[in-house]
């Protein structure tokens, strides 16, 4: 399966769907392994087979193994710390802040794969998983690093787009 047939799946009802993900996918704004790696990191976070196997189709066609592993590290860990940083900001309880994480955080950068590349990622698996924490400090290292915020709005509208072909695929799929 490919990204092409993904689009030939996309139901009439959902044409804006088809038109942003081909402008997302044009993009100038990222390298074709940024856009490449969020996309992939995306999928994953989707949960969608049909979307992930596509995506990773694809993907492999265009990045190299090392950044292939450095999304799906990427997809893991924000899997496991969006859920435990979003929890903790909407308990509300000041004093969850001061108790340590006591999570693993390995990969931050990977040679070929730049540490802006992973919080890249991270910032658009945070907007699919909705962690407003993670979001924050991921967009914060980017910018620290010189990111623009046209490339940080740039991964955003790629998590947006990719959540929405995998829930639309999915929906269509359960046939109702």
Known sequence: MSIETLKAAVPPYARDLRLNLDSVLATDLLSEQQLWGAVLACAMTTRSATVIRAVAAEAGDRLKPEAIEAAKAVASRMAIHNIYFRAKHLIGDEAFEGLPARLRRQVSSTPGVGAA?????????SAITGCGVCLESHER???GA???REVVDEVLRVAAVVHALAVTLDAEAASF
């Open 117 to 125: 590349d992973v919080e890249a990622w991270s910032v658009a698996v």
């Open 141 to 143: 290292s980017l910018r």
């Open 146 to 148: 010189g990111v623009s």
